[in-house]
Structures are given as structure tokens and as C-alpha cells.
């Protein structure tokens, strides 16, 4: 055809004959549109990818950008945790503690909202290239429920050998360690795929600045996440959602609105996870780091909801701290002064809860580094 | 493993490379078989055993048929096979709704029967492949189709899995003698099933998938709490959304199938632009309608043994499609409306047919309009019956199209991207009455155009679906 398209890869042989000439244009017209719709594909994705700190801004990997923040700040004194500790630590409010003799001038919050103890190695591995002077390990009981795993910490934390490592140390969770990790991979493949969120809220924005009002819920959580994004980019680590910040639990539930249920303890048992926060014991060990473990404040309805797995929970933690002679500071409500009004909802502390918090544990900490 | 969900996509293009590298027609049926078979154990894995028995009684029944030599033998073999396929997809699809009937019905006489604490998974595509394989050895029965010698390719033919999980209902004359000669991939067929496959895509994915987030389902949840608006906005939502759903899955099987060499039947052919009810069963899931035509409403006599009779086979011919659907009591009032309006519909088109004036008449387009408005409001009628919560909140919602001036506004809080979607899925339907604007792509420059035209829907669909791998409507039924 006169003027038609012809690639490069497919050259023509003058001396070929009429027959071979029309085997290679009719092989052609078969695969064109396969060729070009990948080339297509390839294309956008390289966009995206190019443009990938716009999306990502819109859909961010907290676990991955708390554990890269943490590596860039080479905090002093690291707290690290699940999401009370990721609503309820303010390091801001806790740094100049004095800790052995000399102040503790930065501090960063691992938090990692869902994070199971298995999760917090990993970030702590990877987020402490420099090992701070001062480890503050929150605990809770959800962290240490074998019934769970958190596909985030594969998926975004783990690499190959982690995985490895966590087959042979935890065979329960092989399985599904290896399953998130290998769809962390194949997500990462793609740049639409991995961005696909963020792409959606991006465009939802764009929208609406052109067509006010077109999809109000999208552009709120567009919003909501990029806040989100700039308060983990731009701090300590804490950058708790503002559901959070303002929520006060007392009233919501004589509002008839309890919040969320809450499942992380459902079928309760532990042992499994346990093991990493021997991990943690001994990178800390290892390297020189002070190690506090914090038995993190719960509201009075999950203790009495939940009776015998917090039994449970509190013995595995007694008989972890005798064995191991680790420093434990039991932040039960009483001694820290909260109550209803300072959680946001069942386990959860809001930001008059976390504030009070932070300056308690900073108070207790400041004694413990006090002692010989 | 359903078409739109992650794993398919690698499982796709793997069989697609197997079976064209393959040299020879016996190597690439056996691979596609296997594929099919593994595609059903990912999807059913507790059910393969149904396929294979049904499989392999259908086949050793049709040689029988063909071989036997006396009338009473074959019908025997036929026997077989039709029990065989009705038993196993009763057994699965109908015992649960027997079982709560009867304890119902005893409860009300006075036995204390417990309730049922126990359910069956329906085994993958088994309302489908059952009717095919019966239709098969009742086209062997009838001589209308040699008895297949090949168990490969027999089993082909039931298994294909672009058609397995919800058709269409192939008949072995439609793709047995696709299979006498190794499948050949043509230019034209790639591109015709790439444009089908997007298109099903988008119909699922995009139309129907939002629709029933945005609409249908929470209106559908609790229609009580919504206005009369939103309610006639969700149940035409919802008339396009379960054919966005099903035609879109029609269409992803016709392409892929387009990929491997095959043609599939067309399954949906404009059925919103029906003018009567019958001519909306000749456009609606085509491949199920003519089934039950050619193998249900004619061996019941058809419409030769009078006006009674007729009627009455009509009804129950439309009773048995709803039961098809579900065994619940919602689809047997389909059926049952569906039936009613036939006969309606009969009754009036045999007494006005003749006369001059009132074919005069119906030739109008203002006819034709009240007859394509008449359709659409049975259809949505029955839509209605088979989704609502319950029979109270059923009439709720259909005394919604009655109008009381109690609606805030024509959308009435409804998203805008509601009558948009709507709009989007009637896009064929409309562009189907438009004068003809094709023009030739067969050039590199449209092949081009194509190409990255459908780059850009897959990446509308990983970006704006509300969630890759909900499953097909109909794979539930």
C-alpha cells in the first residue's frame, strides 16, 4: 500500500520472492495490532513512570516512605510499632530527653498502621542503616496474633532474602509471605498498575477543578491522601489521619458510632510472630541499640471485650520480659491519665491523646535513661 | 480465574502461545484441553469430576446412538444422557431450594423439620455445558450431527474455556466442523477479537461494575431509603448493567475464542431495541432461547396442537428459563411473567394479524415505538422481581415508575456519572440505528490506531474500574 507505515525490523529483501514477500506481509498484518497495542502499553507506562511523584503523592506507600524517611533522618531514638503507635506517638513532642547522659535531639515513629510484629523487623531493618542510640519498641496485642498477616510488609518491605529468612523462621506464614511478595514484584512491573490509585484520585482532582462537584467522595480521599502523603514525607513519621486527630471515642459511642469493628483479635494465638521480636532483640544486640519495650494503652471496651486474649497477651509478655530481661514500661490508662475522651476509637489514641501520651512515655523514658 | 481478574492474564497468554507454537491439529486440541481443564480445576477445583463424567457419557451415548441400530435403543442412550445431565444439575442447583420448600410446607403442617445449615457450591459453568452436551446427543438422536469418534475433540467441544463458565451454549453443528481442520489465526480475527475482548471489558468492567457500585446494589440494599427518582434511576441502572454483564462476557468469549480459530455464536443481538417480547427472546441471550426452542418448546409439540396447547408450553417453557436462572421462587415469577406476556403477546398478534387496518397500523413507527416501550417496561418489571430483598420492597420499588410528584429533581441525588454510564452502555444499541459511519482500518495506520487506542482502555480499566475481579453475573446462575 502506497505511503503505508513500515517498521524497521521487518526489511525488505529485494531478491526475495512474490510468495515470501506476501508470507511476510500477511505474518505482518497478524501481528500489527498485538505489536502496537504492547507498544502502546509500554508507552503509557513509561509516562507514568516518568511522572510517577505525581501519582504516587495520591496513593502513598506509607510503609515504604516512613522506612525511607527513617533511613534518610538517621534518627537518635526510633519508636516503633503498628498503628497505635502510628496515631499515638508524637516523637516531635518527645525529643531532648535526656537518655545516658546526653539528649536524644531527633526522634522518627515506625509506625506501621495494620503492622504485625514480623512487619516491624523489616522496617526496622531496613529503615535504620545507622543504628539510633535508643530503640522504643510499642507493643499491643494485635501485633503478636498469629491469625493475621499484613500483606503490606511483603509487599513493599521484604526482599528476597527477607522472605527466605522469614520461611524457614516462620513456616506458618511461607505461603502467603511468598505470595505477597512475588505480587509486590509483578505490581512494581507495571507503573499504571502500581500507581493505578493514585492515578484515579490525580484524575478525580483534575476533574473537579474543571467540573466542581463532579465526584465530591473521590476528591475528599484525593485530598485526605495527599496530606497524608506530605505529613509522612515532611515529619518524624507521625502522621496520623485526621479521622484520628479529632475524633473522640467517649462521645462517638454515646453518638451510637462506635467506629470501625475491630477484628485484629479474632482467633487469637501467638508464638509465630514472636519470634521477630527476638529479630529484634538481637539486631538491636547486635549493634549497640538500648532497647524499651512499651506496652501500649488500650481502651477499657477492647480489655473487656477481649478478656482472655488480653490475659493471654499480657502473660506472653511477662514471660518474654523475664526471659529475656528486656525493659518494659506498662503504659496501662490509669498511669498515664487517659480516657475515653483521648482514644479515637478502641485502640487508638487521638491527638490530645497522643500528645499526652508522648510527653508521658518521653517522662518515662527520661528515668529509665537516668539509671546506670 | 474468571476473564477479568490478574491471574487470567497470565494464564491467557500462555495457553495462546502453547497452542499456536503446537504443530498439528491433534497436539493443539490436546493442549487446549488440558487448559480448559486446568482453567475449570482454578475455578472449581472441587468439580472437575462433573465435567469429565458428563463429558465422557455424553460421548460414549452419542457413538451408541449413532451405532445402535433399532429406535428404541437410541431413544434409550438419549434417555441417558438427558437424566444423566438433568440429574447432576438438579442435584447441585435444586436440592437446597427442594429441601427448604418441602421443610416450609412441613413446618406448616405441624413436622418440626430443622432449618438447612448446609449449601452447595454450584460446580463452574455446569447450567451450560449441561444443556450443550444434552443438545449434542439429541442432534445425534435426530441425525442432525455425526456422533464426534474423538474423545479429544468431544471434550474440546464441551470445555472450550472462553465459552465454559457462561457460554454461549454452542451446538456441536456450530463447532465440530470448525475442528476438522487445524484452526487457522487470521489477520482479521485478531483484530475482531481484540476490538470484542476490549469491548466485553469495558462493557464489565467499566459500565457494569460501576453502575452496581454507584446504584444498583445500595438502591437495591435498602430501596426504602432512597426517593422514587433514585429508584427508577437504579432499576435502569440495573437493566444495563446485567446486559453490560452478560453480553460483555458474550463478547470476551467470541474474541478469545476468535484467538484460538473458533467462532462463537453471537449470544446478544441489540435486545433493548425489541419491538415485542418475542422479538426481545430472539435478540436476548440468543444462544439459550433457541435451545429451549429447539429442545424444550418443539418436543412439547410447539404451537401444532392447538391454541391451548400452545399456551400452555409457551408458560411452562418460560417457567423452566427462570428456574434455569436460580432456583428461587423470584425466578419462577419471571419466568412466569415472561410466559404470560408470550401469550399475551400471541394471542393479540393472531387476532390482529390479517386484518388490513391494524397491520397497517403496526407497521407505524409510532407501533413500533409503543410496542418497544411496552418490552422495555415487562423487562424491567422482571428485572425487578429478580433482584429485589423482598416482595414488599419489590413493589416499592415498581411503584416508583408511578409518579407522585414526591422526586426532588430528575436525578435526585443521584451521581451524574449514573445517566453517563447508562448512556455508555447504550452506545451500541444507538449507534445500531445510526446511518452506517465505518470506515476501512485494515491499513497500518488504523492498525496503529488501534493498537493504542486499546492500550488506553486497559489502562482506563486498571485505573478506573472499581475493582478488578468481580464476578460475571451469569457464572452464578
Known amino acids: 500500500m502506497p505511503g503505508a507505515f513500515r517498521p524497521k525490523f521487518l526489511p525488505s529483501f529485494p531478491l526475495a520472492s512474490p510468495r515470501a514477500r506476501a508470507v511476510r506481509a500477511a505474518t505482518w498484518r497478524t501481528v500489527r495490532l498485538p505489536l502496537f497495542l504492547l507498544a502502546g502499553l509500554v508507552l503509557i507506562d513509561l509516562i507514568v513512570h516518568a511522572s510517577r511523584g505525581t501519582f504516587a503523592r495520591y496513593a502513598p506507600d506509607d510503609y515504604a516512605l516512613k522506612v525511607a524517611g527513617c533511613a534518610q533522618r538517621r534518627p537518635n531514638f526510633?519508636?516503633?510499632?503498628?498503628?497505635?503507635?502510628?496515631?499515638?506517638?508524637?516523637?516531635?513532642?518527645?525529643?531532648?530527653?535526656?537518655?545516658?547522659?546526653s539528649p536524644l535531639d531527633s526522634g522518627y515513629a515506625l509506625g506501621l498502621p495494620g503492622g504485625t510484629t514480623t512487619d516491624f523487623y523489616h522496617a526496622l531493618l531496613h529503615g535504620c542503616p545507622t543504628p539510633p542510640r535508643l530503640l522504643v519498641c510499642g507493643v499491643t496485642a494485635s501485633d503478636w496474633n498469629d491469625a493475621r498477616n499484613e500483606p503490606h510488609g511483603a509487599?513493599?518491605?521484604?526482599?528476597?532474602?527477607?522472605?527466605?529468612?522469614?520461611?524457614?523462621?516462620?513456616?506458618?506464614?511461607?505461603?502467603?509471605?511468598?505470595?505477597?511478595?512475588?505480587?509486590?514484584?509483578?505490581?512494581?512491573?507495571?507503573?499504571?498498575?502500581?500507581?493505578?490509585?493514585?492515578?484515579?484520585?490525580?484524575?478525580?482532582?483534575?476533574?473537579?477543578?474543571?467540573?466542581p462537584g463532579c465526584s465530591p467522595a473521590t476528591v475528599r480521599e484525593a485530598r485526605n491522601q495527599a496530606a497524608y502523603d506530605d505529613a509522612i514525607r515532611g515529619g518524624c513519621g507521625y502522621a496520623p489521619a485526621s479521622w484520628f486527630v479529632n475524633r473522640r471515642y467517649d462521645l462517638a459511642k454515646a453518638a451510637g458510632d462506635p467506629g470501625p469493628p475491630f477484628g485484629f483479635l479474632d482467633k487469637y494465638r501467638t508464638g509465630s510472630h514472636l519470634k521477630y521480636l527476638d529479630e529484634i532483640l538481637s539486631w538491636a544486640s547486635d549493634r549497640g541499640v538500648a532497647v524499651v519495650i512499651v506496652d501500649m494503652p488500650v481502651t477499657a471496651d477492647l480489655e473487656a471485650k477481649y478478656p482472655a486474649v488480653m490475659g493471654e497477651y499480657r502473660a506472653r509478655l511477662a514471660e518474654w520480659e523475664e526471659s529475656r530481661g528486656v525493659a518494659v514500661i506498662r503504659a496501662s490508662r490509669d498511669s498515664v491519665g487517659l480516657g475515653d475522651a483521648q482514644f479515637a476509637d478502641i485502640i487508638h489514641?487521638?491527638?490530645?491523646?497522643?500528645?499526652?501520651?508522648?510527653?508521658?512515655?518521653?517522662?518515662?523514658?527520661?528515668?529509665?535513661?537516668?539509671?546506670p | 480465574m474468571i476473564f477479568t481478574t490478574p491471574a487470567f492474564l497470565v494464564f491467557l497468554p500462555l495457553v495462546l502461545v502453547g497452542y499456536h507454537a503446537l504443530a498439528g491439529r491433534a497436539w493443539k486440541y490436546r493442549f487446549l484441553l488440558g487448559a480448559s481443564w486446568a482453567f475449570y480445576s482454578l475455578c472449581s477445583p472441587r468439580y472437575l469430576w462433573v465435567i469429565l463424567l458428563l463429558t465422557a457419557i455424553d460421548f460414549a451415548v452419542g457413538k451408541r446412538i449413532e451405532d445402535a441400530t433399532d429406535a428404541r435403543q437410541k431413544k434409550r442412550w438419549l434417555g441417558l444422557s438427558v437424566v444423566s445431565n438433568l440429574a447432576l444439575l438438579a442435584a447441585f442447583k435444586y436440592v437446597p431450594f427442594a429441601y427448604d420448600n418441602v421443610a416450609a410446607l412441613a413446618r406448616l403442617l405441624g413436622a418440626d423439620v430443622p432449618n438447612r445449615v448446609w449449601t452447595l457450591l454450584l460446580p463452574l459453568?455446569?447450567?451450560?455445558?449441561?444443556?450443550?452436551?444434552?443438545?449434542?446427543?439429541?442432534?445425534?438422536?435426530?441425525?442432525?450431527?455425526?456422533?464426534?469418534?474423538?474423545?479429544?475433540?468431544?471434550?474440546?467441544?464441551?470445555?472450550?474455556?472462553?465459552?465454559?463458565?457462561?457460554?454461549?451454549?454452542?451446538?456441536?453443528?456450530?463447532?465440530?466442523?470448525?475442528?476438522?481442520?487445524?484452526?487457522?489465526?487470521?489477520?482479521?480475527?485478531?483484530?475482531?477479537?481484540?476490538?470484542?475482548?476490549?469491548?466485553?471489558?469495558?462493557?464489565?468492567?467499566?459500565?457494569?461494575?460501576?453502575?452496581?457500585?454507584?446504584?444498583?446494589?445500595?438502591?437495591?440494599?435498602?430501596?426504602?431509603?432512597?426517593?422514587?427518582?433514585?429508584?427508577r434511576w437504579a432499576v435502569v441502572a440495573w437493566a444495563v448493567q446485567i446486559y453490560c454483564d452478560f453480553s460483555g462476557y458474550s463478547d470476551i468469549a467470541r474474541g478469545l475464542a476468535k484467538w484460538f480459530g473458533f467462532e462463537l455464536p453471537i449470544n446478544f443481538n441489540l435486545p433493548y431495541l425489541a419491538t415485542s417480547i418475542a422479538d426481545f427472546w430472539r435478540r436476548w441471550h440468543v444462544s439459550f432461547s433457541t435451545w429451549l426452542r429447539d429442545y424444550l418448546y418443539f418436543p412439547l409439540g410447539g404451537n401444532r396442537r392447538g391454541t391451548a396447547r400452545t399456551n400452555i408450553n409457551l408458560l411452562l417453557v418460560f417457567v423452566l428459563c427462570g428456574l434455569w436462572h436460580g432456583a428461587a421462587w423470584n425466578w419462577i415469577a419471571y419466568g412466569f411473567l415472561y410466559g404470560l406476556a408470550m401469550v399475551a403477546h400471541r394471542t393479540f398478534d393472531r387476532a390482529v394479524s390479517g386484518i388490513g387496518w391494524a397491520d397497517a397500523v403496526r407497521a407505524t413507527l409510532t407501533w413500533k415505538l409503543i410496542g418497544w416501550a411496552a418490552t422495555l417496561t415487562i423487562h424491567l418489571a422482571g428485572l425487578v422481581i429478580v433482584r429485589m430483598p423482598s416482595w414488599g420492597q419489590g413493589l416499592l420499588i415498581l411503584k416508583s415508575f408511578v409518579p407522585d410528584g414526591s422526586s426532588a429533581g430528575i436525578l435526585s441525588g443521584v451521581p451524574i456519572w449514573v445517566p453517563i454510564l447508562i448512556g455508555l452502555g447504550m452506545t451500541g444499541h444507538v449507534a445500531a440505528v445510526l446511518p452506517r459511519l465505518r470506515k476501512s482500518w485494515g491499513d497500518d495506520a488504523g492498525a496503529a490506531a488501534r493498537g493504542f487506542g486499546y492500550a488506553a482502555l486497559v489502562v482506563l480499566l486498571v485505573c478506573f474500574g472499581p475493582g478488578v475481579g468481580q464476578s460475571f453475573i451469569y457464572i452464578q446462575f
Not at chain 1, 159 to 167: F, G, I, N, Q, S
Open chain 2, 125 to 231: 459453568g455446569i447450567s451450560f455445558h449441561t444443556f450443550q452436551g444434552i443438545a449434542y446427543t439429541v442432534d445425534v438422536y435426530r441425525g442432525q450431527v455425526r456422533a464426534v469418534r474423538s474423545f479429544t475433540d468431544y471434550a474440546l467441544f464441551v470445555a472450550f474455556f472462553p465459552q465454559l463458565a457462561a457460554g454461549p451454549i454452542v451446538r456441536a453443528t456450530e463447532f465440530l466442523p470448525q475442528m476438522a481442520v487445524p484452526p487457522t489465526v487470521t489477520a482479521g480475527r485478531i483484530d475482531d477479537g481484540a476490538h470484542l475482548v476490549m469491548t466485553g471489558l469495558v462493557k464489565k468492567l467499566f459500565i457494569a461494575d460501576w453502575l452496581d457500585k454507584l446504584i444498583v446494589s445500595p438502591v437495591f440494599g435498602d430501596p426504602a431509603a432512597f426517593d422514587p427518582a433514585a429508584r
Open chain 1, 78 to 101: 526510633v519508636i516503633l510499632g503498628g498503628s497505635p503507635v502510628a496515631e499515638g506517638v508524637n516523637p516531635d513532642l518527645m525529643t531532648g530527653l535526656i537518655w545516658h547522659g
Open chain 1, 155 to 211: 509487599y513493599s518491605l521484604m526482599t528476597w532474602a527477607d522472605v527466605r529468612k522469614c520461611r524457614a523462621l516462620r513456616p506458618d506464614a511461607a505461603w502467603w509471605m511468598t505470595k505477597q511478595y512475588w505480587e509486590g514484584r509483578f505490581a512494581r512491573a507495571s507503573a499504571v498498575y502500581r500507581y493505578r490509585n493514585g492515578i484515579r484520585l490525580w484524575a478525580a482532582v483534575q476533574a473537579d477543578a474543571v467540573w
Open chain 1, 349 to 371: 489514641l487521638n491527638g490530645a491523646g497522643a500528645a499526652k501520651f508522648s510527653v508521658w512515655l518521653r517522662d518515662r523514658l527520661a528515668e529509665r535513661g537516668g539509671r
